[in-house]
């Protein structure tokens, strides 16, 4: 027996929605309070970033960039210990950098710098604890900074370390330039642990994805007495 009481395909469907609406009405209206509340805050946090970035950190990152100048200047002649230090009443350091403007995107490079300033001193602890706090994701400079780390390692006598950064870098970089460099720098380190298999492995591969590799006789060279 047909029942009577059955709503119609059409009119039930309009009367779910209808039930649905009501629903979310009622949700809102029982909840306005806490719903507001939630909306304040964002536009609370987005015009907060606005402030803070039109009076604190655009002004403090334009400070950073005109004091790193002169510690630029000395880095670029190779005065790596006055590049780090500053001089008194005269320019500020990296490391005076790092500590004043650290959060800014100029104090993130001073990181490198001083790094790569320390590493050049000789002084690669110091070095790799500077240049792991770099951060970037461009192609060149990024992976530059991990080389240098592995480069710290090589120079410490750890090669397994130094492996580690040198195929990162090369990962990294994805470029003809700096990932056959890393590579190759990865090989020597794994011949110097007489792991000629892998050394052999990572010279073949510059050969095929590199072909055109500024420095391929040394990779030639180098994969020859790999192989022997």
């Known amino acids: 027996m047909e029942r009577k009481n059955e709503l119609p395909s059409a009119n039930r469907e309009g009367n779910e929605q209808s039930l649905t609406a009501s629903g979310v009405i ?5 909840h306005q309070g806490l719903i507001l509340a939630v909306l304040g805050g964002i536009v609370g946090v987005v015009a907060l970033y606005f402030v803070l970035n039109q009076f604190v950190w655009g002004p403090k990152e334009e400070s950073a960039k005109n004091e790193i100048f002169k510690a630029q200047q000395m880095f670029a002649r190779d005065s790596f210990q006055v590049a780090l230090d500053g001089k008194e009443d005269e320019f500020m350091g990296f490391l005076d950098i790092i500590d004043e403007y650290g959060s800014t995107s100029t104090g993130n490079l001073a990181y490198a710098y001083a790094g790569i300033c320390y590493k050049n001193l000789g002084q690669y602890d110091e070095a790799i604890k500077l ?3 770099f951060s970037g994701s461009d192609e060149l400079v990024s992976p530059s900074i991990v080389g240098a780390v592995g480069d710290c390692y090589w120079d410490l006598e750890n090669a397994s370390k130094a492996v580690d950064y040198y195929l990162k870098a090369a990962s ?3 470029n003809d330039l700096l990932s056959p460099l890393y590579k190759k720098r990865a090989a020597l380190a794994y011949l110097s642990m007489d792991k000629k298999s892998e050394a052999v492995k990572l010279l073949e591969s ?3 994805e590199y072909p055109n590799y ?4 040394e990779v030639l060279k180098f994969l020859e007495i790999a192989k022997r």
């Open 26 to 30: 009622g949700f809102v209206e029982s």
């Open 131 to 133: 240049l792991n706090k």
């Open 172 to 174: 990294m970089a994805d």
């Open 206 to 208: 510059i050969t095929t």
């Open 214 to 217: 500024q420095d391929m006789n």
